[in-house]
C-alpha cells in the first residue's frame, strides 16, 4: 500500500528527538537516499516547529509535515501510523509510553524502529505482538540505538574473529564514555533505570510466564563470576558489572537462532535472500556474554556503584522514586540531570566498547574435563557521545537498512537489531558515519600463563 512518508519521528521535540531529526535531515531527499518523504510528530505543534528549527540550523527549516499525535490518544496514532512506511519513536520511557506506538504500528502494518534500553518492555512487546506483526508484515525492532547496536554488532564481530574449528566460549563487554569534560547522562535514561528497579518483579514474572525458550548448547564450562570490581590491566579499566539491557538483548538474539537456524523467523527459506543469511549466520557462534562499566580510576568505579546503590534503595519504594525523579543530579552524585548536558559536553564526549572473547584452540581443548580457555581474541568498537550523537546515527542507519533493503529483511515480527540487521551492512554504513569496529589482539593464554 502506498504511503504518504517514508519515516515518521514521532517525538521529534524531545531531547533525544531533536538529533534523531538534525541526523535525519542529512539524509533527506538526497538523490541517493531511500529517505525522501519524512514528518515529524507529537503532542505540541509549536514544540515540533522550535525542534525543526533548531535541528536545521544554520539552515533555515525545510517544509517538512507537523503531525499532532498523542500517546495518550489511539484514533492521533492510528491515523499516523497509516501515513508512513516506518515509524521512529523517541517517546519514552518506554514501559510508560511505548506500547500504544507498537500497537498502532502493528495493526496498520508499518515498520516500527526505537532507541529503548528497557528489557521489560521489549520482552513484553513480543509477547502480546510478535505473531500479529509477523501476521501484518510489521517489523517491530527496539534498542537501535547505543542500547543495544554496538553490543550485538560488536559480539557478532567479535566471535566472527575466531577460526576454523576454534570454539568461543564468553565475550565479556567492558563500556567505557569519556570526555574532556564531565558526561552527564539523560534524564530520560535515569528515568527508565528507575522504573525499572521498581518494576523489576514484572520482568521475572512475563519471563515465568512465556512459553520454555531453547537452552543455548556453549562448548566448555561456565566462566567464573569473578570479583565485584574487576582491575582490566590490558584495557587499562577498573570495571564492575553493569545491569544493562545490551545482554539481555544478545541472548535473546542467540535464542531465536537456535530455534531458527536460518536467522530469519517468519519468511521462507526459499527466497532469493536465505543463502545470503545462512552464510553470515554459520560465522555466528553462542557464547556467554556480558557487560561491564569500565573507568580508568577506581574512584570512577565507586562512583558508579554508589550510583547504582541509591538507585536499588529508593527505587523500590514511592517516595525514593519521588526523590529521585524530582532530584536526580543529587541522588545520582552528579551524573544526571533533568536539564541534560550541554551541546559542548555533548561534542566533547566519545565511548569505547571492548569485547574481550576467551576460548579454545579446538573442540578437543573445550571438551575435557576441567577445560581453561587458552584463547583471547579482544575486538573494540568506538564512536562519539553515544545518548545523542551515537544513538541518532544508528537509529537513522538502521532505518535507512530497513527502507533501502525491505525485501532483504524480515517480513515481519517482534525481532532484535541483531536479527534484523546483523546479515545486512549496518556495520559498514556505522563505519562511514563515525564508528569504527577494530580487530586488536589476539593471546594464547597458556603462553601468558607460563
Same mark, same amino acid.
Given at each position: 500500500?502506498?504511503?504518504?512518508?517514508?519515516?515518521?519521528?514521532?517525538?521529534?521535540?524531545?531531547?533525544?528527538?531533536?538529533?534523531?531529526?538534525?541526523?535525519?535531515? %542529512?539524509?533527506?531527499?538526497?538523490?541517493?537516499?531511500?529517505?525522501?518523504?519524512?514528518?515529524?510528530?507529537?503532542?505540541?505543534?509549536?514544540?515540533?516547529?522550535?525542534?525543526?528549527?533548531?535541528?536545521?540550523?544554520?539552515? +533555515?527549516?525545510?517544509?517538512?509535515?507537523?503531525?499532532?499525535?498523542?500517546?495518550?490518544? +489511539?484514533?492521533?496514532?492510528?491515523?499516523?501510523?497509516?501515513?508512513?512506511?516506518?515509524?521512529?519513536?523517541?517517546?519514552?520511557?518506554?514501559?510508560?509510553?511505548?506500547? =500504544?506506538?507498537?500497537?498502532?504500528?502493528?495493526?496498520?502494518?508499518?515498520?516500527?524502529?526505537?532507541?529503548?534500553?528497557?528489557?521489560?518492555?521489549?520482552?513484553?512487546?513480543?509477547?502480546?505482538?510478535?505473531?500479529?506483526?509477523?501476521?501484518?508484515?510489521?517489523?517491530?525492532?527496539?534498542a537501535c540505538g547505543f542500547d543495544s547496536v554496538p553490543a550485538?554488532?560488536?559480539?557478532?564481530?567479535?566471535?566472527?574473529?575466531?577460526?576454523?574449528?576454534?570454539?568461543?566460549?564468553?565475550?565479556?563487554?567492558?563500556?567505557?564514555?569519556?570526555?574532556? %569534560?564531565?558526561?552527564?547522562?539523560?534524564?530520560?535514561?535515569?528515568?527508565?533505570?528507575?522504573?525499572?528497579?521498581?518494576?523489576?518483579?514484572?520482568?521475572?514474572?512475563?519471563?515465568?510466564?512465556?512459553?520454555?525458550?531453547?537452552?543455548?548448547?556453549? =562448548?566448555?564450562?561456565?566462566?567464573?563470576?569473578? =570479583?565485584?570490581?574487576?582491575?582490566?590491566? %590490558?584495557?587499562?579499566?577498573?570495571?564492575?558489572?553493569?545491569?544493562?539491557?545490551?545482554?539481555?538483548?544478545?541472548?535473546?538474539?542467540?535464542?531465536?537462532?537456535?530455534?531458527?537456524?536460518?536467522? @530469519?523467523?517468519?519468511?521462507?527459506?526459499?527466497?532469493?535472500?536465505?543463502?545470503?543469511r545462512k552464510g553470515f549466520w554459520s560465522t555466528v557462534k553462542?557464547?556467554?556474554?556480558?557487560?561491564?562499566?569500565?573507568?580508568?580510576?577506581?574512584?570512577?568505579?565507586?562512583?558508579?556503584?554508589?550510583?547504582?546503590?541509591?538507585?536499588? @534503595?529508593?527505587?523500590?519504594?514511592?517516595?525514593?522514586?519521588?526523590?529521585?525523579?524530582?532530584?536526580?543530579?543529587?541522588?545520582?552524585?552528579?551524573?544526571?540531570?533533568?536539564?541534560?548536558?550541554?551541546?559542548?559536553?555533548?561534542?566533547?564526549?566519545?565511548?569505547?566498547?571492548?569485547?574481550?572473547?576467551?576460548?579454545?584452540?579446538?573442540?578437543?581443548?573445550?571438551?575435557?574435563?576441567?577445560?581453561?580457555?587458552?584463547?583471547?581474541?579482544?575486538?573494540?568498537?568506538?564512536? +562519539?557521545?553515544?545518548?545523542?550523537?551515537?544513538?541518532?546515527?544508528?537509529?537513522?542507519?538502521?532505518?535507512?537498512?530497513?527502507?533501502?533493503?525491505?525485501?532483504?529483511?524480515?517480513?515481519?515480527?517482534?525481532?532484535?537489531?541483531?536479527?534484523?540487521?546483523?546479515?545486512?551492512?549496518?556495520?559498514?554504513?556505522?563505519?562511514?558515519?563515525?564508528?569504527?569496529?577494530?580487530?586488536?589482539?589476539?593471546?594464547?593464554?597458556?603462553?601468558?600463563?607460563?
Open positions: 500500500m502506498a504511503r504518504k512518508y517514508d519515516v515518521v519521528i514521532l517525538g521529534a521535540s524531545g531531547f533525544t528527538g531533536k538529533y534523531v531529526l538534525r541526523e535525519a535531515l %542529512k539524509f533527506l531527499a538526497s538523490s541517493s537516499s531511500p529517505l525522501q518523504t519524512l514528518a515529524i510528530a507529537g503532542r505540541s505543534a509549536a514544540r515540533l516547529t522550535a525542534a525543526l528549527a533548531w535541528s536545521a540550523r544554520p539552515d +533555515p527549516p525545510p517544509p517538512i509535515p507537523i503531525i499532532t499525535a498523542d500517546v495518550a490518544d +489511539p484514533d492521533s496514532l492510528s491515523a499516523l501510523c497509516v501515513q508512513t512506511r516506518l515509524v521512529l519513536n523517541c517517546v519514552g520511557p518506554f514501559r510508560l509510553h511505548g506500547e =500504544p506506538v507498537v500497537r498502532a504500528c502493528v495493526r496498520a502494518g508499518c515498520d516500527y524502529l526505537d532507541i529503548c534500553g528497557e528489557p521489560e518492555f521489549m520482552e513484553r512487546m513480543e509477547a502480546r505482538y510478535g505473531e500479529e506483526a509477523a501476521a501484518e508484515g510489521s517489523l517491530v525492532v527496539s550485538e554488532l560488536g559480539f557478532m564481530f567479535n566471535v566472527r574473529q575466531w577460526g576454523s574449528g576454534e570454539v568461543v566460549n564468553s565475550v565479556e563487554a567492558y563500556v567505557s564514555l569519556e570526555s574532556e %569534560k564531565r558526561v552527564v547522562g539523560n534524564f530520560g535514561t535515569f528515568e527508565s533505570a528507575v522504573l525499572g528497579v521498581a518494576n523489576a518483579d514484572k520482568l521475572q514474572e512475563l519471563r515465568r510466564s512465556q512459553p520454555r525458550r531453547p537452552r543455548l548448547v556453549i =562448548p566448555g564450562p561456565k566462566p567464573p563470576k569473578g =570479583p565485584v570490581i574487576e582491575h582490566q590491566k %590490558k584495557l587499562g579499566l577498573w570495571a564492575v558489572k553493569l545491569p544493562s539491557a545490551d545482554a539481555t538483548v544478545v541472548r535473546r538474539t542467540l535464542v531465536t537462532l537456535a530455534e531458527n537456524p536460518g536467522g @530469519l523467523p517468519g519468511a521462507s527459506e526459499s527466497d532469493e535472500y536465505a543463502e545470503k553462542p557464547a556467554y556474554f556480558g557487560v561491564k562499566m569500565g573507568t580508568k580510576s577506581l574512584l570512577g568505579i565507586l562512583r558508579f556503584i554508589a550510583v547504582g546503590i541509591s538507585i536499588g @534503595l529508593l527505587g523500590s519504594f514511592s517516595l525514593g522514586r519521588w526523590l529521585l525523579l524530582n532530584f536526580p543530579s543529587t541522588f545520582s552524585f552528579g551524573m544526571f540531570r533533568k536539564q541534560g548536558p550541554t551541546e559542548d559536553e555533548v561534542s566533547s564526549a566519545s565511548f569505547k566498547m571492548w569485547f574481550v572473547g576467551r576460548g579454545f584452540s579446538s573442540g578437543d581443548a573445550a571438551s575435557q574435563t576441567n577445560a581453561k580457555p587458552d584463547l583471547e581474541i579482544v575486538t573494540r568498537v568506538m564512536g +562519539p557521545e553515544v545518548g545523542y550523537i551515537t544513538t541518532p546515527i544508528i537509529l537513522l542507519q538502521c532505518a535507512l537498512v530497513l527502507l533501502s533493503q525491505r525485501e532483504e529483511l524480515p517480513r515481519g515480527g517482534v525481532l532484535t537489531p541483531g536479527i534484523v540487521f546483523g546479515p545486512t551492512d549496518l556495520q559498514q554504513r556505522l563505519q562511514a558515519n563515525g564508528m569504527s569496529f577494530d580487530f586488536v589482539s589476539r593471546t594464547n593464554l597458556n603462553e601468558r600463563r607460563t
